[in-house]
């Protein structure tokens, strides 16, 4: 993350019930969710092979093996390949989208494979998962520029959220992938306020969103 957790925390005196984390790769963040109370987890991700280390490293969290969208429906998924394997990244970039700048930008992280996965909506995800949707009122969304289709397909959900931190893009790094200001409109519809904004990756970086009550 390139907005520090604990700053957020401190700051904007967070109280948070649970958390979603959709893009969750293996599972960086845990050791810092634990670290501020917060127990109530659940992970998304979609790779097979990332979401093997992710179960060994997130406890007894719920994890859930499935990109996240706008539709229930299987998708190929562009996966990003770096030099030295998972621990220095590989698989960290993957998108359902095609990479644009990103190749520009990371020359040495390539795509040349897709693999077909499951994607689901995260409204229709509480029907059968016996959580309690109310349950769950932080949004961390990491899925290299598809964060728009997240949201649109979490419209209900988000009625029970509080805090979105989210990566942000203010160039195409992916193809037709959503830039800042639409996410701004987007939120500003459910009352979400920008409030801290990290341009760390240059034409990328993360966004925290307060709703506004």
Not at 9 to 26: D, T
Not at 44 to 58: H, R
Not at 145 to 151: A, C, K, M, Y
């Amino acid at each position: 993350m390139l907005i520090d957790f604990e700053y957020i925390h401190y700051k904007h005196e967070l109280n948070i019930r649970g958390l979603i984390h959709v893009g969750s790769f293996i599972g960086e963040e845990y050791p810092t969710y634990l670290r501020f109370g917060v127990n109530n987890l659940i992970f998304f991700e979609p790779q097979p092979n990332i979401f093997s280390i992710l179960k060994d490293n997130v406890g007894y969290s719920t994890v859930v093996n499935k990109a996240v969208g706008n539709e229930n429906k299987k998708v190929e998924l562009n996966v990003s390949h770096t030099p030295g394997g998972v621990g220095n990244g590989s698989g960290a970039s993957s998108s359902i989208l095609k990479p644009k700048k990103h190749l520009e930008q990371y020359p040495y992280i390539t795509f040349n494979d897709t693999i077909e996965v499951d994607m689901i909506r995260l409204d229709d995800y509480w029907k059968d998962s016996g959580l309690p949707q109310q349950g769950f009122n932080f949004l961390n969304i990491d899925v290299q520029g598809f964060e728009l289709e997240v949201l649109r397909g979490a419209a209900e959900t988000l009625n029970y959220v509080d805090y979105i931190l989210t990566e942000v893009n203010r160039e195409e790094l992916y193809e037709d992938c959503v830039l800042v200001e639409e996410l701004d409109e987007f939120l500003d519809v459910y009352g979400f306020v920008r409030e801290e904004t990290s341009w760390g990756g240059g034409s990328w970086g993360d966004a925290f969103y307060v709703k506004n009550d």
